[in-house]
């Protein structure tokens, strides 16, 4: 308008007056001449002014280039708004404006990526000037900038400064200065009470920092339903940490009437922001028996999110999907490699299985050598299941050579809490095997792991009692633990129940029951007790006589190496004659032989 240029031709002051007046009304075509003409002259609100309008694209196309100049021009001139916007690259054309302002780098759950070289001559500035959200901005260098910058007191002096003079931002940077050093209730209080006035302006930090303070009980009184109250308004500000939290509370029906489907969606829209333990907890949801269907295609997908921004426990679930194929090809490369990147980040479950995986010839070529290393660094720091694990791995040569004396040693520390390893020290002090042969030590140790329920123990005990080995022997003791295992589905100690009642070894013979032990135990594939339904099905020892079913059972222990059985198949094919059955006739058979007392490596 004619006027508008009249204005402007006349005085760069009143040029600027006009156009203020012109952007209260939405005109920002018309007020931008005006404020070129002001911001030319050299009025520093006038360049701070157009800087914003590059910036947002007002009343002239938007130009980030444009805007880093101008705005950086103003901070020169004193500008203490534009000095204020300095930080994140605002004044050198990086990244001009975006992510400067104090509300917005207190707005989400991480420090910004800020330029904060740049920004701290323009921040230190404002706040000497007296600008709250420069004292913000100022304390937030001091406290996230590199190292050299830092300064947590001298941040927690500016951050109050902006506190008292009523800064949002301030209050919430003076409230995580003052929780770093509280240690009594009136701290706790003054960090509450600061997290409210900053949370009463809707910053989402300070409102699920809120939450958590009410959840714990810290400088508030504790209230479960408030603090959960709390997440859901962060969550819908954009929280991701809150997101997870109110996600958590929806599926688990916390504080909340239960909503599967809405909770889900809220893990899912933390995930995709960003939060890498979101994105394992939605894997989880698919992958673990729960309140949805499985999924694994889906947890997989989730899985390999969360491990790829380097969360170790789903890198290991992610590996354990691939050993057994759910939801992706089976390939134990792939397992393998998760594995180890989860083991690498300190899980022990992961190394733990990369070593049973190791075991069966998967995996790189010195993964050995880490697996032990892994084992040997967490149990010399007192770790007694690593202690455990790096025994076993000693007598299995996992890594180097097999050496027996050096898994004594660290077996028998593991021992001291461990049930897994006393069974295993006690079975090498009963061999000799890295120590001296030490019966009673044996005995002794089998007695506390068979009292932590290890059916090996009891078994291994059993038999020392039954020999009377290393102690007294007491067999209605033994019988008892015998009948423990085998209530364990421990095939050896089926064997030895059997042989109890067919022998009547100070218990009374019952053929009977000796049979249906030995039954038990040689469908659980334990050549002897194959042997010996064997010869009970031949003679009849126990009322029921099936030469053929006999046969066929003595012919399986055979196969199982019990060379006795050798002599009993070649009277029972005399006695047979004709009416042999054909070995491809005899049923098919578990071939596994649960005599062994060896624990694979303990998870």
Known sequence: MIVDRLIALASPAAALDRAIRLIEQERFAAAFPLLTRAAISGIPDAEYRVARCYLEGTGVPPSRAEGARWLKRAAEHGCVEAQSRGLGGGVDGNSPGEGARADRLFAGDEPADAD?????EWARLAAEAGSPEGQALLGYILTWGPEPMRDLEEAAR??????????AQGNLGYALSLARSATDDHDRQQVADQLRR???AGLPTAIHLLGVVTESGAGVERDL??????YRKAAEKGHRSAQLKWGLAL???RHVQQDLVTGELWLRRAALAGNSRAAALVGNLYAQPGPLP?????AATWYR???EAGEKTAARALGSLYLTGAGVARDDGEAARWLRISGQAGDQTAQVDLANLVQKGAGAPDDPIRIVSWFEQAASAGDLIASFNLGVCLIKGIGGEPDEQKAALWLRRAAEGVAEAQCMYGRMLVEGRGVESDLPGARAWFARAADAGISDAQVALGEMMVNGRGGPADSAAALQL??????NGHAGAMFALGAMHGSGDDVSIDRLNAQRWFRAAAELGHGHAQLMLGRYLASGAAGEHDPVEAHAWLERALEQGVPEAQSDLAQLNFALGDAIVPASKTPILSSRDSRSLTSPIAQ
């Open 198 to 200: 900053a949370a009463a």
């Open 251 to 253: 599926i688990e029906g």
């Open 294 to 298: 499985p999924n694994y295609v889906e």
């Open 305 to 307: 999110r969360a491990a």
């Open 116 to 120: 904060f070289g740049s920004a701290l």
């Open 225 to 230: 339903g408030l603090a959960t109250e709390y």
């Open 482 to 487: 015998f009948e423990k295992a085998a209530a």
């Open 158 to 167: 500016w951050y109050e400064r902006s506190a008292t003079a009523g800064c």
